[in-house]
């Protein structure tokens, strides 16, 4: 009896029908990743909206560009390899009202970092969970417990 690989080898429409299994395996696991990835980014998306209709604007005590420049400090302090958390925790012990805090979230939005295949996107509150650890997480939590809010 000839062995599987060597009958094969042999065996012209047996390598394409292989072929042609091993290309729709990696089609569908392309698809399957791409669904996942869009599928967070649409979670993601949803909680920045419900944050967005949640701020009550007479009790914001920054700027819209100071929400900017927070939510760009604190994706600095996170993407990449190691978090500054001293960046971190200053940026939300800093937040005086829970409309601060969703003008915040809303500010962060949805952002991606990384590249193919460790692509990590997500709102505000998915990079707090993904980067902050211990200490840290307990200090975040704490300042924001004001505002009936943890990560």
């Known amino acids: ?4 690989l060597l009958l094969a080898a ?5 390598i394409k029908q292989l072929v042609i299994v091993v290309i729709v395996i990696i089609v569908l696991y392309a698809i399957y990743r791409w669904y996942k990835k869009y599928s967070a980014k649409q979670e993601a998306l949803s909680l920045v909206k419900s ?3 949640e701020i009550i604007t007479n009790t914001k005590t920054f700027t819209d560009s100071d929400y900017k420049l927070m939510a760009d400090k604190l994706f600095t302090a996170m993407k ?15 937040l005086k009202t829970k409309s601060d805090w969703l ?10 970092s990384g590249f193919w295949p460790n692509v990590f996107t997500g709102n505000l509150i998915n990079w707090l969970s993904d980067e902050l650890g211990g200490s840290a997480r307990n200090q975040v939590n704490y300042s924001l ?3 009936s809010v943890q990560i």
């Open 51 to 53: 944050s967005e209709n």
């Open 145 to 147: 417990s004001r505002f």
């Open 103 to 112: 003008s915040l979230v809303s500010a962060f939005g949805v952002r991606e």
């Open 10 to 14: 042999t065996n012209p429409k047996l």
């Open 1 to 4: 009896m000839p062995a599987p």
């Open 80 to 94: 990449g390899l190691g978090t500054d958390n001293d960046a971190v925790l200053q940026v939300i012990s800093s």
